[in-house]
């Protein structure tokens, strides 16, 4: 999963500042290993064996096996920051990541299919679902897309195991 992208050397002997998409970085400080990939015109992809992660201010600054000097980390300027699923804690009851939300079948309380969920926005308060309804295969124009508000009040069941959300939703919304 990305979770971030290098922002700068940070000092002289290698440490670089990360710019988390997240405010909780669990998994930046627990993971042993992280992937970078390049976002420029030229793809490249390379492994970081982590060092020390720790907070800085109000950012996150690391160190790298193999990134010595600041000539180093300044090479990893706006690289990607991506790290396996398996490095993630495990979410609370009642909590989910929004990856795993992403292609679960939505459905409302009389069992009529809604969609799939294609992604979700971040409105502050709360998320958003994006459920694009059967029979779409691609939003062309947003009124094509379902929002749907991940809260209690209409999302009565969330099964990963069946792949499966259950919502408090006409079809006609």
């Known amino acids: 999963m990305q979770v971030g992208r290098i922002l700068d050397a940070w000092g002289v002997k290698g440490w670089f500042k990360v710019q988390a998409y997240s405010n909780q970085g669990d998994a930046l400080f627990t993971a042993k290993r992280w992937f970078l990939k390049s976002p420029g015109p030229k793809p490249g992809q390379q492994a970081l064996k982590m060092l020390s992660v720790r907070e800085h201010g109000d950012g996150i600054v690391a160190s790298a096996d193999g990134v010595a000097d600041r000539n180093g980390a300044e090479a990893l300027r706006g690289w990607e920051l991506w790290i396996s699923r398996a490095d993630f804690p495990r979410a609370g009851d009642g909590e989910y990541y929004w990856v795993d939300l992403i292609g679960l079948d939505v459905v409302n309380r009389e069992a009529q299919p809604l969609g799939r969920v294609i992604g979700l926005l971040d409105t502050g ?3 958003v679902l994006r459920v694009l309804p059967p029979g779409v295969e691609a939003p062309a124009k947003p009124d094509q897309e379902r929002l749907i508000p991940f809260v209690a009040a209409f999302v009565d069941d969330v099964s990963l195991d069946a ?6 939703w006409g079809v006609d919304f």
């Open 163 to 168: 792949r499966q959300i259950r919502v408090d």
């Open 125 to 127: 308060p709360h998320a």
